[in-house]
């Protein structure tokens, strides 16, 4: 598996995404892949995507910002995170190259993993367009 190299400085929604309220249940990165794993009245709770398991493969999208500001969301902290558009801070990818959910907490990558979850497509070396697709296991 190929993970994508994130520049957790860097990371950020551009013009036209759209991006939704969420509390972290773990410590998270900007540039983290997330999926739901519970809500709290309306508010859905975050943690990290793991293409290793169907349950916590099904994206909800990357976390860009949180309500301390930095380049981290701490345990407990509202956080947003892009559910369609484009995120940039990302190297080596490729442009029209699907974004698939790493086995690797958190991480995307360029392969599928076990659990086969889109994340989104490539639009340039940089930035990713996301649009999440349901997760279905690979092998």
């Known amino acids: 598996m190929a993970n994508i190299t994130v520049t957790v400085a860097d990371v950020r929604k551009e013009q036209g995404a759209i991006s939704r309220r969420a509390k972290a ?17 309306a508010i859905p709770n ?9 349950d916590t493969a099904h994206a909800y999208g990357i976390v860009v910002s949180g309500a301390l500001g930095g380049s981290s969301v701490a345990l407990g902290e509202a956080c947003d995170v892009v559910v369609l558009g484009p995120v940039t801070g990302y190297t080596d990818l490729t442009a029209g190259g699907t974004v698939w959910v790493s086995d690797t ?18 639009e340039s070396a940089t930035t990713v367009l996301v649009r999440p697709i349901e997760a279905v296991r690979s092998t």
């Open 25 to 41: 249940t773990e410590a998270l990165a900007f540039g983290d892949a997330v999926y739901i794993d519970s809500a709290t009245d």
């Open 46 to 54: 975050v943690s990290k995507a793991v293409g290793t398991n169907l």
């Open 105 to 122: 907490a958190g991480r995307l990558s360029n392969t599928v993993g076990t659990c086969s979850c889109i994340l989104g497509v490539a």
